[in-house]
């Protein structure tokens, strides 16, 4: 008996151990591995997509209307199909999924909004429709993928007992995908999940922590935040890693990284700049902060008002209700072909760089080249992606007001 009773302890020991302390590191590190996956392949799979397009595109040079119909009907195709799809499979994964957690973050039990055919609905969903090449985002559908990622690990660990063990009432049908008997922990790794599918989305855990903080809770509980950027971090490096197993990038480096001379990464007229700009913002009364917060919170109180009045004007009509509640894939398919038809890249397209994707765009817009010499834009040598924003009637600010323009009326 004597002989046993170390046995006996340190089996004990490891049972307590892994229960209580090591089960919420296994389940951070499945977490962030699983939604790194999930992320890599998306991105695959909507560049497939894309790339499908140009190949279209590309390949009908010869006939500018069959350009046109190639164009406008392979993303009328897929976000037809992904409002199907999604409103026959699961029309909880509809939305955002945003305010639906912050709504579960508060207790209140939500039927079929964590379950697996809605995650299945909503990566699914979701890829088509960036697919199609919509000036959509996926940071707010990926935080309710991130909470369904860390629903259904719950249940999964729930096989093995410890704090994921379910519970035992019979009534209880719904709340077992929550998971279990402590409520508060499941909370907790939601909370988690939240920051989890921010960070994996743009390889940035930092924002994705705040990103949770302010959207899902009035309170969050400081013992959160080291989950949240425990998992958030770790779900991050995979991401970078898968991109670098898949030669998509040569290192793990920023998302977009600069392209700064190695000789004199700056211009010498740009460092007076850079200094007033860097001290001023390191003063908390500072204008320059002060005249970016005025025009962040108007350029945002307007987005806001024109959304409302669109929104106020459709449920005004009646009629139009009636017809679209009939025909719900009517209203996508009709507003995709209204993009798609803007963006022709032969027609007004040309002047706001319609042919290039979404993530082409942002490179060219946030990589580091001046598109001006001596304050002359025609003078800039346009290589690359870049060439896409050159016309040769109109200048290359116009073509970047026109983008912006679009790109604002079309979220509105």
Excluded at 118 to 139: D, Q, Y
Excluded at 193 to 201: D, K, L, Q, R, T
Aim: proline share 3%.
């Amino acid at each position: 008996m004597l002989c046993c009773l170390p046995t006996v302890c340190t089996v004990r020991c490891q049972k307590f151990l892994i229960s209580r302390v090591g089960e919420d590191w296994i389940f951070l590190i499945l977490l962030g591995l699983v939604m790194a996956l999930v992320s890599w392949v998306m991105d695959f799979c909507i560049a497939v997509c894309q790339q499908a397009q140009t190949w279209m595109y590309g390949g009908l040079d010869s006939n500018v209307f069959l350009q046109y119909l190639a164009w406008v009907t392979y993303p009328v195709v897929l976000i037809t199909f992904s409002a199907g799809f999604t409103q026959i499979l699961a029309p909880q994964a509809v939305g955002s999924g945003i305010p639906e957690m912050k709504t579960i973050l508060r207790g209140v039990v939500l039927k079929e909004y964590l379950t697996l055919k809605t995650f299945v609905a909503k990566v699914i969903g979701l890829t088509c429709a960036l697919g199609s090449g919509m000036p959509l985002g996926k940071e707010g559908p990926f935080v309710h993928i991130a909470s369904l990622c860390a629903a259904l690990l719950s249940k999964f660990m729930s096989l093995f007992g410890g704090i994921y063990e379910e519970p035992g009432l019979v009534g209880i049908k719904d709340f077992s995908l929550l998971g279990t008997k402590n409520e508060s922990r499941n909370i907790e790794m939601l909370a988690a999940a939240c920051a989890v599918g921010v960070g994996c989305c743009f390889a940035a855990p930092i924002g994705g922590v705040l990103f949770s903080i302010e959207v899902t809770s009035t309170f969050f509980a400081v013992r959160n935040y080291w989950r949240g950027f425990f998992a958030a971090t770790f779900s991050a490096f995979i991401f970078r890693v898968l991109a670098v197993w898949n030669r998509e990038e040569e290192t793990i480096t920023a998302l977009f990284k600069t392209r700064f001379r190695l000789d004199f990464p700056f211009d010498l007229q740009e460092l007076p700049a850079f200094a007033v700009i860097g001290g001023l913002k390191t003063t908390s009364s500072s204008w320059s902060l002060f005249i970016q917060s005025i025009a962040s919170g108007f350029g945002g109180a307007l987005f806001v008002y024109l959304n409302r009045l669109i929104v106020q004007f459709m449920r005004k009509q009646k009629t139009i209700n009636k017809f679209l509640m009939k025909k719900r894939l009517l209203y996508p398919a009709l507003v995709t072909l209204l993009i798609s038809t803007l963006t022709f890249p032969p027609g007004f397209g040309q002047y706001m760089a319609g042919k290039l994707t979404q993530k082409e765009s942002l490179v060219t817009l946030l990589d580091n080249r001046t598109w001006a010499k001596q304050g002359i834009a025609e003078e800039f040598d346009y290589i690359g992606h870049s060439q896409a924003w050159q016309h040769p009637q109109v200048n290359v600010f116009v073509t970047l007001v026109l983008f912006i323009v679009m790109k604002v009326g079309t979220k509105i």
